[in-house]
């Protein structure tokens, strides 16, 4: 079962063309996973589905599949992926035909304890088409007793735990959810002509002229159709837990997320990591984009000049898209580029957003040093990753994450940087609040723990 699968999910209530405007959603939350997209629609009962593998644009970019998507109602989804064993049944919304009618389901997220849940379904004849998590939700949605969709929704989804945020289209409604924790974001958004949105990040709302409404709340079920929009919270109300990892690297960074403009957090962690380990040093050296507003934030601090010594290639995916160390190794040197002119002679700040393995930090100090660079200090804007995420964010098992097994100097000398400091985790709190977050990549602090 796929274990770490992060993504975005874009869903659309009562819009002429609604498969297309989903796919523009999509475009937006690209970020988010490009494994695989998919959307499903719906008009009279009959729902219609286009998927596969690849980025959005290669999967539904073409007039006449989005012209086949028919209906008012539409559910997408983009997903990476980290685990071999992809199968295109893995490959989300999800469609299934059950006992009420037609469901096709997108989730952002991971469960705690599907294979639990997996495991018990199996021995009683259950059937599974894929080996994603979310399949179990439709599974127990089909099989509870309850008469009413609504009653079997809140009965299955108090069977799973750990992260769903997400976008279940019927034949005739959409309902939007979060988990009781939070942990991953979605998002209510408005068009001029009253259609609903929901989407993963905000961003998704912009590129379609979409007005920002709110947050869905953690424990909260949207339903939206022919009755209007309502809201119902079947869940014991538990302590928030909204990832903070959205907030450092995830998150588009010009998406309105949990009541603060992301930019803005990555910005301010910048300042924060300036006044706790400043530097001497001649610029301040981001790496794109990742590290971009973290940097500017460090220069604005410092007063040390802002330069861009690393070009990236856009056409390349996220660093963490090749499976193996040594592709990855590859990876690095395909994405940046130093800029000579830049880093000549200079003593450089080297800002990232944060450091998972080490790789990159390691090839970037390598590659400023080739270009010139006379001393190279590597400063990371958010807190050392010692512990595995379960909740939805692909973190590597904890062997991988050298600050699991590794001190900060030891650290430093892996990557041969000069000098390398950490923003503090009372320095990340500072910027987003210390409570109502999952700081456990930060802490091994885990509010729920997985469940083999
Ligand atoms: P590493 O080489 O493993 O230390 O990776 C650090 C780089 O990966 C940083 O530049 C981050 O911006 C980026 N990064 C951090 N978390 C993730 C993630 N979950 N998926 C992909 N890239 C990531």
Known sequence: MKLKEYCGVCGIYNKEEAANYVYLGLHALQHRGQESAGIVSSEDGIFYEQKGFGLVHDVLGDEKIIASLKGKIAVGHNRYSTYGDDSTSNIQPITAQYGL?????????????AYKIKKKLVEEGAIFNS??????????????????FMDRLVDALKIIKGAFSLIIMRENELYAIRD???FRPLSMGKLNNGAIVFASESCAFDLIGAKFIRD??????????????????PFEQIDEHRCVFEYIYFARPDSYLWDKDVYGV??????????????????????PDSGVPAALGYSNTTHIPLDFGLIRNHYVGRTFIEPSQSIRNLGVKLKFNPEKGVLKDKRVVVIDDSLVRGTTSRRIV????????????????????????????????????IASSHT???????????????????????????????????????PIAFEK
Request: aromatic share 8%.
């Open 366 to 401: 390598k590659m400023l040093r080739n270009a010139g660079a006379k001393e190279v200090h590597i400063r990371i804007a958010s807190p050392p990753v010692v512990s595995p995420c379960f909740y939805g964010i692909d973190t590597p098992t904890k062997k991988e994450l």
């Open 408 to 446: 900060q100097e030891e650290i430093r000398k892996y990557s041969t940087a000069d000098s390398l400091a950490y923003l503090s985790l009372e320095g990340l709190k500072k910027v987003v609040g210390d409570k109502g977050y999952c700081f456990s990549c930060f802490t091994g602090d885990y």
């Open 101 to 113: 009618g037609k469901i096709a389901i997108a989730h952002n997220g991971n469960l705690i304890n």
């Open 266 to 287: 990555r910005k301010r962690t910048g300042e924060i990591l300036a006044s706790e380990s400043p530097v001497d040093a001649d610029i301040v050296v981001p790496v």
């Open 131 to 148: 080996s994603s998590d979310t399949e179990i939700i439709i599974h127990l949605i089909a099989k509870s007793r309850f008469s009413n």
């Open 180 to 182: 009781p924790w939070g």
């Open 216 to 233: 869905i709340k953690p424990g909260e079920i949207v339903v939206v159709n022919k009755d209007g929009i309502s809201s119902y919270n």
